[in-house]
């Protein structure tokens, strides 16, 4: 079936329609050459059309292993070519079953390019995936339809649950949790006790933990206020680790602001400098939004900058065993070149304990 990406700036991308389910969402774009599934799987792209730059999508399958979700999160999918014959030894099914399967919208043989292009020169917009044979009115009332902003909570743990067994108690909040964050956690001696987004501070500290872990998660870390009062109140009770959405709501409840990107950084080979050493790491990273330079409150240092843009990739607080980082350490999809930073959050947990 033929089918439609359409931007609100009116601009239209042909292509061929994955089953019969039309979206609505946020257009981005991911330039990993690798790991089509574990984006599939993220739940920060909760609400977002995703585009993937990277023309070969399906070749190695589709394993319930990869996946860091318990379902997809996106609000759709537009691809360029997929394989029809992948070739993995762990592939258990092809990847049309998959996004099939879970009912996710997906426009295919789609010029991947020129959408990056538009979303790269214009910057991120609403947009839909239609059928073609869809009527001019029909569509104009879709794209009139508002995004929603209740991403957190759309993808947060439903109750509270145990994984790992290790030395460190860590409480983690989950706004948006990837699997690879529990894994990378548990094999650094963790314990880690998942808690839903609108858990209190004082339910997170009830079981006396070691430490606090912030998730990544979708959106604007403006629309989860109540997330940050949490944050707020957990400062200097226990040692910090905070990633993706979790350094914006740290550097937030530290007085510091946030601001949008015109079209955020999404890939897994943005070059990131540590600048306490001058070392530039490769690294994974999906968001839209990040801390701003401007009224960066004078407890916050920065550690670490985008060697692309020069933007804030990670903090720590001055006198606090705090630390965050805004890019994706546990490597899902991406290089393991950050797997230090875990253990650093157990060290600091360690020098807190005595």
Known sequence: MKGLLILE??????????????GLGELVFNTGMTGYQECFTDPSYEGQILTLTYPLI???????????????????????QIADHPSNWECKEKITDFIER?????LYNVDTRAVTRMVRTQGVMKAIIVSADRSEEF???????????DQVERVTTAYPYTYGNGKYQVSLLDCGLKKNILVSLAANDCTVHVFPAHTSAEELLAGNPDGIFLSPGPGDPKDVPY?????????????????????QMLATALGGHTFKLPFGHRGSNHPVKDLR????YITSQNHGYAISDEGLPDSIVVTHRSVNDGTIEGIRHKTLPIQAVQYHPEASPGPKDNFYLFAEFTKAMEEFKK
């Open 102 to 106: 879970y009912h996710v919208p997906c």
């Open 9 to 22: 700036n009116g601009a239209r991308f042909e292509g061929d329609l994955l089953g019969t389910v039309e």
């Open 227 to 247: 997330v940050v009062d949490t944050v707020k109140k957990l400062i200097g009770k226990r040692p910090i680790f905070g990633i993706c959405l979790g350094i």
């Open 58 to 80: 399906g070749n190695y399958g589709a394993n319930d292993l990869f996946m860091q979700n318990r379902k997809p999160a996106a609000a759709g999918y537009v691809l360029d």
């Open 277 to 280: 050493t001058g070392r530039v």
């Open 139 to 149: 569509i104009q009332a879709e794209l009139a339809k508002p995004l929603h902003r």
